[in-house]
Nanobody
């Protein structure tokens, strides 16, 4: 079992920045690739970014590429999502998830956090 707890969400104006954190506990954090997903009201959960177990490989949705950065510190059992140049369309609940494989599909991820709300005002 892996427990994930997100933090860092909030209300920000368009063009602003937020940094999300996801703290993991339980099984060895470095066993898992980590991903960030988001879900806006009335929409399906969508992939945002993922990072490999070592942190060397990252992957982003086209909608956030160049604005968001995913990173991890295995020594601190934490994964981050730095979000810059935020847009109102980025408003959603953001979830981190742990995956023993490597994919973009939410169904591949074994463990999920409870989510943190990000609201971007225009």
């Amino acid at each position: 079992q892996v427990q994930l707890v997100e933090s860092g969400g909030g209300l920000v104006q368009a063009g602003g920045s937020l940094r999300l954190s996801c703290a993991a506990s339980g099984r060895t954090f470095s066993y898992y690739a980590m991903g960030w997903f988001r879900q806006a009201p009335g929409k399906e959960r969508e992939f945002v970014a993922r990072i490999s177990r070592s942190g060397v490989i990252t992957d982003y949705a086209d909608s956030v590429k160049g604005r968001f950065t995913i990173s991890r510190e295995n020594a601190k059992n934490t994964v981050y999502l730095q979000m810059n140049s935020l847009k109102p369309d980025d408003t959603a609940v953001y979830y981190c998830a742990a995956d023993q494989h490597w994919g973009r599909e939410a169904a591949l991820y074994d463990y999920w956090g409870q989510g943190t709300q990000v609201t971007v005002s225009s």
